[in-house]
């Protein structure tokens, strides 16, 4: 999978199965509305109309199917035939899930998605998901030829038709932003340090014509970032907080999207156990998702102020290594006594929303990470934490998730009761709760938020991806698809007008005169 090239198509062409393997995927019912004459030349001479008939009458997904069409070169996959309200019509887990499995190997491959056009979004990310990048097998560096899927999106249903140049290009970046992300998270510290990590967000920023704040090493000491600090001070590679920033003419606010990069999380001195500290390369997931996010969304057109803030660490052991009971102050002038190094995360990003809030003067503020090991009880391996201080970005959160195929269900938000887990008799807030059995993945949060305050006026949003970063051994680039899809109505591409949460009717309303004076309405 490592050198597969993915494009995405309105009409692949005709070919053969023997010369190009393909595998067509879609709902049952959405697989009955193709007519032969759409999908023949993909699979003559070896699959007859009957053949493919038989077949469609032959799938009883439950809750998914597949039926070989001609040899191992031919594939029809039916996904499942309805979900739950927590759950994307699109099904993408499932059309994922399908790609890996289903899809005939070859050099030159095809996959033909039969979807509604409100689905074709979700579903390409999802494809996307299925071709990591990263590879250290012996094997795959002697392969020299590189891997071609050409995966051709066929509408059916009401909107029936084919995609323009535009929504082509946003699937190519979308999937391209996913992949990087995924690339990132699979890729070992000894190849992915804060110094790379740093080289990613430079590539991105040229690409861009964006050049990025960094702030780093012993100047993150000297400017009261305590937090990025005092967590990464004892690694080889100094921490760094790093801004890409995006400030378009006409913008109507500010966002800023803050992401968690600790590039290894030993725990620190609070060190793991050798079944735990495995896979904790993954813990820069949520700055790893921000980074494939920011470079799709701004390739597609974004009419706001967005900020890419990026909170990079090694949580390392050595002689320098925070202890516990040690305090430190943190950017918004807070004191935390540490008594957990490995709750290390929520330090990191309480200095990076608080720098998004004082210094880029941010009115929507939202942070990701892969922060708490609770977050796959309180929501399970698919469905991100959402926690945030309004209940209508809660809302649009899950809704984008669902457009999206990121899913997501919220966390409670009631600091109030909660926030006393982190009393400190010597200082503002100890770094971890007191009872870990009252709401971990909420106490997580709110100690994030504490630092902006429990009454600051702008919309922060909190979202924990610990779970859904990855599926088995591989990353799955979470979050950027839930990203483009939650800020869509701020792009000037019509698919992500579409998945955002207000959907693309809004495009048209009476209030578009009114948005030189006003904050664009997102939600």
Same mark, same amino acid.
């Given at each position: ?6 494009e ?24 009955q509305?193709?007519?032969?004459s ?10 007859t ?15 998914t ?21 927590h ?6 887990h ?21 979807c ?21 097998? $012996?094997?795959?560096?002697?392969? %020299? ?5 050409? *995966?051709?999106i066929? @509408? =059916?249903?009401?909107?029936? +038709? ?26 070992p ?9 740093l ?33 990464g ?5 100094p ?5 890409? $920033?995006?400030?378009?003419?006409? %913008? ?5 999207? *803050?992401?968690?990069? @600790? =590039?290894y999380?030993?725990? +620190? ?6 079944t ?10 949520g ?29 390392s ?8 009971d ?35 003067s ?17 929501t399970?391996?698919?469905?991100a934490?959402?926690?945030t ?6 809302v ?29 008799a ?15 993945s ?38 950027v ?21 207000l959907g ?8 578009q ?7 664009r309405?997102?939600?």
């Amino acid at each position: 999978m490592a050198n597969v090239s993915l494009e995405y198509t309105a009409a692949a062409g005709d070919s053969e199965p023997h010369r190009r393997p393909v595998l067509v995927i879609g709902q049952q019912t959405n697989l009955q509305k193709v007519g032969w004459s759409q999908i023949k030349g993909k699979l003559q001479p070896a699959v007859t109309k009957e053949i493919w008939q038989a077949a469609l009458s032959a799938l009883n997904p439950n809750p998914t199917d597949s039926c070989p069409l001609y040899l191992n070169q031919a594939v029809v996959a039916a996904l499942p035939p309805r979900v739950s309200r927590h759950n994307s019509q699109s099904s993408a887990h499932f059309v994922s899930r399908m790609v890996r499995s289903c899809l005939p190997g070859g050099n030159n491959r095809c996959i033909v998605m039969v979807c509604e056009r409100s689905d074709v979004f979700p579903s390409s990310c999802a494809i996307a998901r299925a071709f990591p990048i990263f590879s250290r097998r $012996s094997t795959s560096s002697r392969r %020299a030829e590189k891997k071609r899927v050409t *995966v051709e999106i066929m @509408i =059916v249903g009401e909107e029936s +038709g084919s995609l323009g140049v535009a929504e082509l290009e946003c699937l190519s970046n979308a999937a391209h932003g996913v992949r990087m992300a995924a690339r990132i998270v699979d890729t070992p510290c000894n190849e992915m340090n804060t110094d790379h990590f740093l080289d990613e967000i430079k590539a991105v920023g040229a690409e861009l014509g964006i050049t990025p704040v960094i702030i780093r090493g012993e100047e993150l000491k000297q400017k009261g970032f305590g937090g990025i600090y005092g967590v990464g001070k004892a690694a080889e590679h100094p921490p760094a907080l790093a801004v890409l $920033s995006h400030k378009p003419d006409g %913008a109507t606010q500010t966002i800023a999207w *803050v992401g968690k990069g @600790i =590039v290894y999380d030993t725990g +620190g001195l609070s060190i793991k156990g050798k079944t735990t500290m495995p896979g904790m390369k993954r813990d820069c997931g949520g700055a790893a998702a921000i980074l494939g996010a920011f470079s799709a969304t701004i390739k597609q057109g974004f009419k706001d102020n967005l900020h890419a803030v990026f909170c990079l660490a090694e949580n390392s052991v050595g002689p320098t290594a925070t202890r516990p009971d040690d305090i430190h102050t943190l950017y918004s002038g807070k004191t935390v006594e540490i008594n957990n190094t490995d709750a290390e995360g929520r330090l990191v990003l309480a200095d990076g929303v608080v720098y998004a809030s004082k210094d880029l003067s941010a009115d929507i503020i939202l942070d990701m990470a892969t922060l708490t090991g609770a977050q796959g009880i309180s929501t399970g391996k698919y469905h991100a934490a959402v926690m945030t201080n309004s209940e209508q970005w809660e809302v649009a959160c899950v809704r984008a998730g669902r457009s999206s195929g990121d899913l997501a269900h919220p966390l409670v938000y009631c600091p109030e009761l909660h926030f006393s887990e982190f009393t400190s008799a010597m200082a503002d807030m100890k770094n971890s709760v007191a009872d870990r059995e009252n709401a971990q993945s909420s106490c997580a949060g709110l100690f994030i938020g504490s630092h902006l305050g429990f009454d600051w006026p702008g919309v922060w949003v909190h979202v924990d991806i610990a779970s859904p970063v990855h599926a088995g051994e591989r990353a799955t680039g979470f979050g950027v698809a839930l990203l483009m899809a939650l800020f869509g109505q701020a792009s000037e591409d019509s698919m992500l007008n579409q998945v955002s949460p207000l959907g693309a009717a809004t495009n048209a309303s009476g209030d578009q005169m009114e948005r030189d004076c006003k904050r664009r309405r997102l939600v």
